[in-house]
């Protein structure tokens, strides 16, 4: 059960899930660049998580592991969720399909699956205008996507990568309704995703992988290693845990929808491609629907709630 946001507290936390969105609205572009050129999905997760795994080490020193109120299966489903289980998944994903699709199917399906875990585990009861907010948000992420790529074909190895970056976008379900039940603090969150990830993860990597990172180029190791292990993995979790702290499971999910509009919205200063009519269409409709699911107050003060 949770309390409608006022709307100063809805304009703080949809600030802070907006900041998340845009980092990770530019991830799917950077990665997908990295996995078709020097490194592989493999490679990612060791950046990622090498970085920040000894950056927040210290972190989890002092606060501990959050058994108690996680549990191990909690603790499990923290860190498969959107740590190194997941980048392998997403990154994965990559290698078959084109970056659009994991702009669209995974931060754009994710909000979907934390409405219905959280429904489930949390007793969450989404009110008219946030399920309206979803289905809309949902539905035109899917026709954008659809709208984007009508020029690329489809085929076994397209649909794989799609399949996964779903996956994916379940595993960060479980991450955020977990999160919102245990009420962790998001940088221990972080923390806890960097470290657990840096443990299991780094010496299966350098069994299979040895010290092939040693061979990548310099300037672009270094690009990756602070997108990757400090924006991505340290900031966007911080960012994201905050809204999910203010705005709930759901509605700090919802926001992760944005994606697909705000890759749209970045390409414009950054590649000089300006959105179609129907491209900006989506983008209002879209951020219309994410408004109503992630809790925005209406018109005339009524909020929408999900009590």
Known sequence: MTTAPTSTTYLKGAAFGFAAASIWAGWSAMTRLAVTTNLD?????????????????????????????????GLAVVIVGIGAPYVLVAAGGLRFAPASDQGAL???????????????????????????????????????????????????SRTFGDALFLCAALMTAGF?????????????????????????????????AGTRLAAVPLPDLTVQAIFQGVLVTIVSI???????VILGASGGAALGALV?????????????????????????????????ASGGPLVGGNQPSST
């Open 106 to 156: 995974n931060p754009g399906c994710m909000p979907l699956f934390v409405a219905l875990i959280a429904a489930i585990v949390l007793g969450e009861n989404i009110s008219v205008a946030r399920k309206l907010g979803l289905i809309l948000a949902g539905a035109l992420v899917t026709m954008v996507w659809h709208a984007i790529d009508r020029s690329i074909a489809w085929n076994a």
């Open 238 to 244: 911080v960012l994201y845990g905050r809204a999910i």
């Open 260 to 292: 697909p509009a705000l890759s749209a919205l970045f390409a414009i200063p950054l590649l000089g491609e300006w959105p179609s009519k129907t491209d900006w269409l989506g983008i209002i409709l879209i951020s219309a629907g994410v408004y109503l």
């Open 176 to 208: 955020t309704v977990v999160m919102q039940r245990a009420r962790l603090d998001p940088l221990h969150a972080a923390a806890l995703v960097a470290t657990g990830s840096l443990v299991i993860y780094l010496p299966i990597y350098l069994a299979v």
């Open 41 to 73: 999905a493999l490679d990612i997760a060791a950046l990622r998580f090498g970085v920040a795994g000894i950056l927040l080490a210290p972190v989890v020193v002092q606060r501990g592991s959050a058994r108690d109120r996680l549990g191990w299966l």
